[in-house]
């Protein structure tokens, strides 16, 4: 990361600290903690998300976005990436316009909205889907589907649960492509990164 990075990084951690006392944008508070479970554990998917994706300026919506995460991390680093941010909550939508103000990330978008109205106007716009802590991950998977492009993927963020959540998926309907262990430093926590694609059927007719 460059020296440019990590302070809009430290500035956005700043302003969420700042907008929490007033509008409880998340449960977690104090400097270490925010840093490895806010900033690391965002950041901690780009490896996995830049060797899945290869367009030159791939198009993700972050579904649930919350006090954007893992989005805002995500574009602050990749510039080249267009994000679009997704909340239902006006209050952590007014957090994220603020956030893209101050820190000039004119590559998001945030959407006010509940996701299954945002997917009825996007349909087929994005390259990949993503969520952290957003819901289960078979309801992921059923509200990411509309907005993926034919080769899209969904990146779902999770943790202990996820091989449980994974029986809930019908894989007559979605492949795992990848399932990545993440590693963040002193969290004794598991996290991993599934990787998934809809299963394209085809229909011969005679």
Do not use: Y
């Amino acid at each position: 990361m460059s020296p440019a990075n990590i302070a809009d990084l430290e500035l956005f951690l700043q302003e969420m600290g700042r907008w929490n006392q007033i509008h409880n944008l998340t449960a977690i508070e104090g400097e270490e903690e925010s840093v490895r479970l806010h900033l690391i554990d965002s950041i901690a998917v780009l490896p996995v998300l830049r060797r899945f994706l290869k367009a030159p300026s791939p198009r993700i919506a972050d579904l649930g976005s919350g006090g954007g995460l893992p989005a805002i991390p995500i574009a602050i680093i990749q510039s080249d990436w267009r994000l679009s941010l997704i909340e239902a909550v006006r209050k952590k939508t007014a957090f994220l316009q603020h956030v893209r103000g101050k820190l000039k990330l004119n590559h998001i978008e945030v959407l006010s909205a509940r996701v299954e109205n945002v997917a009825v106007h996007q349909p087929g716009q994005f390259d990949a889907v993503i969520s952290r802590a957003f819901t289960n991950l078979a309801r992921f998977l059923e509200l990411s589907l509309p907005f993926l492009k034919l080769d899209g993927l969904v990146f779902a963020m999770k943790g202990k649960r996820a091989d449980e959540e994974m029986r809930d998926v019908c894989m007559d309907d979605w492949c795992l492509v990848a399932d990545e262990p993440l590693r963040i430093p002193n969290l004794a926590v598991e996290r991993r990164l599934l990787v998934l694609a809809p299963v394209r059927k085809s229909f011969l007719t005679f």
